[in-house]
């Protein structure tokens, strides 16, 4: 997976902290294959490589369907957790210190997990979504426990107009004592 790792590191992170800063959100040119990505979304039948199974509607989440991968995590996605979080680590550590927070997020996946595990935080929490037709995940925000890292990566597996048409990705920035904010990012 050295791949994944130079493909992560040829990013413009700088401009993605800009980003960050200035919209909350940063988007990417691809970072994984057509067939990694066709690899992804053809585990989503193998019960094996997951350890749960969330039908959205059952719980008034929405249309649809997603899975927490089991442990071991899948090489590809281990690959991208370990190789894009120390430069999200950096920038949600600068978002802490502006925040004048105490929070202060380890510099590697391997410090965050044992911070984690102190804190009985032991589950894997990689996920993979699906929906059919008229499906959509309610807004949200993805906490497990009390150790909270702040940003999330988001990788878009199906292709907008080949796989599916429509579904934008909507983010919401909620401002205290004032109307949230949404933006949709076409995936």
């Known amino acids: 997976m050295a791949d994944i790792a130079a493909r992560l590191a040829d990013l413009d992170w700088t401009a993605m902290e800009r980003a960050l800063w200035e919209h909350g959100y940063a988007k990417t040119p691809a970072v994984l294959t057509p067939d990694e990505c066709a690899e992804l979304v053809a585990m989503y039948g193998d019960e094996a490589r997951f350890r749960s199974t969330v039908d959205m509607g059952r719980y008034r989440f929405g249309e649809g369907e997603y899975k927490y991968f089991a442990a071991p995590l899948p090489p590809l996605v281990q690959a991208l957790r370990e190789h894009a979080y120390p430069p999200l680590a950096a920038i949600a550590n600068q978002f802490e210190a502006a925040l004048d927070t105490a ?23 990689p996920l993979l979504l699906h929906y059919e037709t008229g499906g959509y995940n309610c807004l949200h925000q ?3 426990g009390d150790v909270v890292f702040p940003l999330q990566l988001t990788c878009f597996l199906s292709r907008r107009g080949m796989d599916y048409d429509g579904g934008d990705f909507l983010l919401v920035e909620q401002r205290p004592r004032a109307q949230s904010k949404g933006e949709s990012v076409a995936a």
């Open 142 to 144: 993805d906490i497990y």
């Open 103 to 125: 929070t202060l997020h380890p510099t590697t996946l391997a410090g965050l997990q044992a911070v984690c595990r102190k804190r009985g935080q032991t589950k894997p929490t």
